[in-house]
Every structure is written in structure tokens, then in C-alpha cells.
């Protein structure tokens, strides 16, 4: 049983006459909270819709929990949770009717967290019932984490969950991915341009430039090991955002 | 001059770019196509001057109907809050080129008629009133309801008031007074739905986004009353957790009820007109059609043709919450076995709304008094109806998605393959009609469905829908 | 078992030193100037990993490499504990060890504004007097 929950070997990707992904090798492993930090344009959500099925790869091999994609088991798709940029989804359902429309398509589904988390982020018996275009950006990006955690999923692919997101609200969403590591140990995959929220929960990063994934490791070793020589004065390490701005260059 | 020209154009053509389901250039053909059409049926058939009048009633009626389904969405959301307030010039250059182009329409619409009368009619009025109604709708303007009444009065109380009145009402209606007043109104109404921000601007757009304007979304998109059908049938979905009605609920709002709703309406409308035409109440052409009911119930059709032609551009708004429904392990993994599950969801989906459609016509037909063989034939255009089924399958995946317009032009072309075909045999051979035409029709449905059911097992998984183009 | 209040460690995260860093400094700093006293019982992995918002994993790497260091002892069944060393055993070196970081990025800023040393110790000397 391999250690690996994702693994990506020599994607390439066209989208509309460009290079998205080029050749892009990429592994992660059980357990791991990894950020994925990109310019933007740089094709994190393409990556992260690649990852998961949800786009064709024009080449390359894309492995989940050991399976190939396209032989992905139903227990293993149960065991995925997807948080997409887009968070004006369903629309037209009410939340409770769209929470319970994904209740009926998993097999596990927690309702005591779901109730929990619910309570602990604002949201009332009103909005319970009111269509969800009628909820605003950051109530409608809330509901989609619960979405996803909801079925306790052994991984996490959130692509920029917090964006609309007060600080409050960022903070609580944080606990709760902490919360998720220290029980149950999920892998999480996360994209953010927020590298604060980054540098507290993530241990791994993994930069992507130009289709590829050019640097990838422990946070802590690469700021530390990154040196700047400026001006024949060495610092002794970089901040999360020196690092982005020189890895991403 | 030139530059107020450039900027009328320029505006015209970022409103229109607003409505995606509005291809200028296909209402452009269709425009051209029907002038032509009729002028020429005009020229050959009727008296000598009849034909200008309709090289001019028909494009202004089409420009009418762009002005109000197509121009007028885009340039109520082109003036936001924001942009009325703050860009120089912009609200005064929309208000000034959507009345000039009323009064174009309008203009050039009574000139065409004054060609054969010698004073344009209450159609003028009509058609006045009815655009001016859909521009106050699709802004919402809370009052613009009382717009129709005139309209509304008209037609119920045309035939009915004495005649001496009515000479002098059509009297009224034809003078140069009345008509120096079409000027006035449209300048107010156009006035009223490009306000300059303040609360009633604000009131207004939160009235538009709850009802979206003209296109598919219009019934499918209100907001749900305390009792709802959808809900109801959502919560019949979940408990019985069957594939395909939850594959179906992740693309929007339950289509039968939508479907039952516009039927309602239809039928209600439709049997109105039925009652004042045999009551002798209706003036004009609306009579004529009215006698022919069974022209008349298979408007209800409509809403089947509507919806299965609207299939595609349906799948194609919910992307995202596809790609959800996509990676849920209740739905087949393999691309097969999930077409052919949304194949056959989508099938019977329209299956079901074709069988409303029908007995609506049909329970019409008997209200309205159509016994034995005009039962049959209304059962019999019910039929013709049946290829549009195959619409709602194709590739998903790859295939772009077509104008609204044009794949409403498609759903009417295969209903009327059917007839033809009758037609050519009966002129050709001397064969009867209906047995070829629903033989023909019949067939044509079992063969697009089975070739396009094929396609649709042997495409990549329909989910995402368009993403491989 | 006495557990220690919560405002007990704080991290700025975004700064040029890595978030476990900071906290070993931290650590390093309370059991020097005596506000950790050896016995006492430090909130365990979880408990901190929840108050600061931090992967657990940061927290167990900084508590690791103070029980390496010594600073930390683990005792089964208690947690992690300061090592039993009184006060007194800190001799002056020692701390003025742990001071060298900060003093380090003092002397930094002091070259970018071209400022002599006599200069800045004198300021830093006026600062203690001030501050004692």
C-alpha cells in the first residue's frame, strides 16, 4: 500500500493554444497539509481540476489513494473533498436542501458536525432556508467548506477556500483544518494567496511556474535555507512572501 | 454628429453582448428571410400596395422585438448605480438611444400600415403597449403592470362597446393627437427604467435579480413560495436516492414543475382566448386564430418545444455544480455508465413533460368543444412534437453550445419534418396525410434517439459539459 | 498537573522567521528569565496547536528540539516539562547567548542607517536605564 495519496507523473496540459501544464511531475503524501502557491494564471485551479478527473490531461499519469483515475474506486471517491474557487453553487437550493442533496449522494456523512459547524459559523435558521444566491460571498464560501468536510474525506482540495473570508472567519476555518489534521489526519492540498493562513497550518509547499512544479519542500527548510545575498550582507532567512515572489519569478 | 452615431453603436453593441442567448446575427437573418417572404406572398397575393406594407411592418416588428428582448437586458445592466451616476453622458446616451429606436420601430411600423389604411389602427397602440410593457417588466418597475391594462381593456372590450363608440374610440386611436402621444410616453417610460441611481435604482435591481430577464431562466429562476413543487420533488428525489432524478436536481431547479407552471399559464392564456373568440369578443386576427383552435391549443406544445431546445444551454450553466455532482461516488465513475444514466435521466425528464404538454392540449381541445376526428388530429400535432426528444443528447462534453434562438429554430424544424413529409406524400402519391406524418415523425424520433444515445455512450463523461471545446 | 495560561505564546507569522522558530526562541526566553519554572507542565502539542492556529506537527518539531536542546524534558504520562535546572545554573554567558538573535538584527538595522557603534550602544544604554 503505497504512502503516496496523490501522484502526478509527466502531466501536460493544452488549454486553448497555451501550455498550462508541462510536464509536470508531483507527489503527495498521506497525511501531508501542503500549499501550492502560483502567480495568478498560473494554472492552480487547472492543476487541482486535473488532479481530481474533473479536466482531461492531453499526457501523463495521475494516481489518487494508489488508484489510477480512471479506475478510481467508489470508496475512494467518498473519501475526497473538493472546496472549487467558485462558491456561488447551487444556487437555487436553500442550504439545508443542498446539504442534504449531498447527504443522499455519499455514504458517510457526519451530521453532528455539519450541525456544529453550521451553529459556530453564523449561520441561522433564516439562513438555513433562504436560496443561496440570497447569502452573501463569505456565508456561501463557508457552506461550501461544510460541504466538503462534511463527509469526513481522508483528502482535502481546496482551491483559494478563504478568499472572501473576514480575518474572524479565516481564523475559525484554520481551527477547523487543524481540528481535521489532529483527529483524522487528512491530507490536505490548499491554494492560497494568503501566505499567512499558509505559514500556520501548512508544513509543505510546492511553488508553480510555468506548468511545472519548480520548488517543492518543507516550509520551515526553505525559508531557512534560502539565502539572500544583498549587498554582501547575508540575512538569515526569507519570509514566506520574499520566497513566493523569488520562486515565482 | 458622427460621433453621437459611433457612441449609439457602440452602446447597442455592448448591450446586445449582454444577452449570450441573443445572436444578432441569426435574428438578423431570420429578419431578412421573413421580409422577403412575406413581401413576396404580399406581391403575388394581395392588392398592389399591400406588399410595401409589409417590406416595412415586418423588419420594424423585428427590430421591435430586439429592441425589447435583446438590446433592452444589456442596457438596464449596463446602467449600474455607478456607471448612471458617474460616467458623463452614459444614462443620457442609453435613454436617447433606446427611444430613438423605439420610435423607430414604431415609426416605421405605422407608416407601414398607413400604406393600406388611412389611419394606422389599434395595432399601433398594440404594439406600442406591449414593448413599452416588456421594457417596464424586465427593469422592474413595480407599477409597470398597469402598462397592459390599456391593452387588456382593448382587447376584451373592443367588440363589445357600441358602435357608435367604437368608431369614435378607433377614431381617437388613428389621430394625429393620439399618436403625437406615443412621443411623450415612450420618452417617460424610457425615463423611468434608466433611473439615475438614489434608492429606486437600487430598489429596481434587487426586483431584476430575483427575476431574471428574458431567456431561459425566466419561469425556472423564482424564488420558491412557502409550498413549492420543487421542493417537494427535491425531497422525493433524496428519499428515494434513485441516480437519475438526483443526477437531473444537480442541474437546477426541478424542469416538469417549471414546465407544469408554464403550462398553467399557457393553458390558462390560451383557453381565454378560446372563450372570447367563440363569444365572437375578439377583433381581427386574433379571431382568425382562434377559430382554428387546434392552431391555437398546440401552442401549449411550445413549452415542450421550449425546453427540449433549451437542453444544451441549460447543461451548460451549472459547470461547477456539475463537477461536484461529477466527483460524488452515487453517480457512476465511467464515462458509459454515466452518460448513459444523465442519457436516459434526460429522456425521461422530457418525456414526462411532452406527456403534460399533450394533455393539456388535449384536456383544452375537450374544454374548448373538439370531439372525435379533432381530438385525434390535436393528439396527432402532440405527436409531431416527438423528434425535439433528441435534442437533450449529445456530447456534452465537447460540443459548444448554440444560440438559444437557433437551437429553437432546430426544435421547430424537426416538428415539422413530420408534416412535410405528409404533405409531399399526399401532394406526390395521394397518400393520407396523418399516417405518413406520424409514421414519419415516430421514426425520426426512434432513430435520432437510438444513433444519438449511441454517441452519447461512446463520449468522454458528460460532466463538466463543455470543457473539451 | 499545572497547566499555564494561554497568552502564554504568541507568533507573528509573515515575519523572515519560521513560526517554530519563533516559539523555540520564545521557549528558550520564559525558561531563562524564569517564568517557566522547572517542573511545570507546558500546555500539551494539541492544546497549543489550537490556541495559535499552527499545525500540531510545528508544535511537536519545536518541542522536540527543546528536549534535545535540554530545556525540555518529556515525562510519561505528564507531558512535555522544563527541565529541572534551577535558576541560578543560567550563568550570565548563557543568557546573553539568548539575547544574540535580537541584538543581531538590531546591529543589522543600525548598519542600513549608517549609524557608528558608539552611537547605538550609547542609545541602547540610555534604553536599559530607562527601562530598569
Known sequence: ?249 | MSRSLAQYWLLWRAALGFTRAFSPRLLLLLAVFTTLVSTGIAAISASSAAWLSWALCTPAGFLLLAWSLGYLPGALKLNTPANAQLVPGLRRRLVELTLLVWLLGIGVLGAGMLVTTKAPGPGLWLAAFLTLGVAGMTSGIRIAWLIYLPLLAGVVLHQRLPRPLLLAVDGLLGSHLALALLAPLGALTTLAIFPQAGKRHWDMLAKQAGSSAFGARTVLDQEPGRFSWDGLLLRRALAQRRPGPLLMRALGRSLPAAAANGLAFAALGIGAVIYLAQRGLLPGMTSYFAQLSWVTISGVLLVFVFQAGMAPAWLARTTGEQALVRLAPAFPAGAAGFNELLARAQLRQSLTIWLMASSAALMLGLASGMEGSALWQQAGVCCMTLPTLALALRDHARSSVWPIFGMWAIAFALSYIGPMVGIAAYAAFGLPFWPVALITAFALTAVLVVKRLRLMRAAPIAFPAGRLN | MATLPNYLFSITPGSSDPIYRQLVDQVRRLVAAGQLAPGETLPSVRDVAQQLTVNPMTVSKVYGLLEVEGVLVRRRGIGMTVAGQPRDKHDAPERARLLRPILERAAREARELELDADTVVALFTHILKEQS
Open chain 1, 1 to 249: 500500500m503505497t504512502s503516496s495519496l496523490i501522484q502526478m507523473r509527466g502531466v501536460a496540459m493544452r488549454f486553448g493554444g497555451k501550455t498550462v501544464l508541462d510536464g509536470l511531475d508531483w507527489e503527495v503524501r498521506r497525511g501531508q497539509v501542503i500549499g501550492l502557491l502560483g502567480r495568478n494564471g498560473a494554472g492552480k485551479s487547472t492543476l487541482m481540476e486535473c488532479m481530481l478527473g474533473l479536466r482531461e490531461v492531453d499526457a501523463g499519469a495521475i494516481a489518487l489513494f494508489g488508484e489510477p483515475l480512471g479506475a478510481l474506486s467508489d470508496a475512494n471517491r467518498a473519501r475526497i473533498g473538493y472546496v472549487p474557487q467558485k462558491s456561488d453553487l447551487f444556487e437555487w437550493m436553500t442550504p439545508r436542501q443542498m446539504l442534504a442533496y449531498f447527504k443522499a449522494l455519499y455514504p458517510r456523512w457526519n451530521d453532528e458536525r455539519v450541525a456544529t459547524l453550521l451553529t459556530r459559523w453564523g449561520f441561522d435558521v433564516l439562513d438555513l432556508n433562504k436560496p443561496i444566491r440570497r447569502l452573501s460571498g463569505g456565508e456561501r464560501q463557508r457552506l461550501s467548506i461544510i460541504r466538503a468536510l462534511a463527509h469526513d474525506p481522508a483528502l482535502l482540495v481546496l482551491d483559494e477556500p478563504v478568499s472572501a473570508l473576514d480575518p474572524a472567519g479565516r481564523r475559525a476555518f484554520l481551527g477547523e483544518l487543524i481540528d481535521e489534521v489532529v483527529e483524522r489526519g487528512t491530507t490536505i492540498v490548499f491554494s492560497t494567496h494568503i501566505l499567512t493562513d499558509l505559514e500556520r497550518v501548512a508544513l509543505d509547499v510546492a511553488f508553480l511556474k510555468d506548468g511545472k512544479i519548480v520548488l517543492q519542500g518543507p516550509l520551515d527548510d526553505l525559508l531557512e535555507g534560502a539565502h539572500q545575498a544583498q549587498g554582501g550582507v547575508r540575512t538569515d532567512s526569507l519570509s514566506l512572501e520574499q520566497l513566493f515572489l523569488e520562486a515565482t519569478q
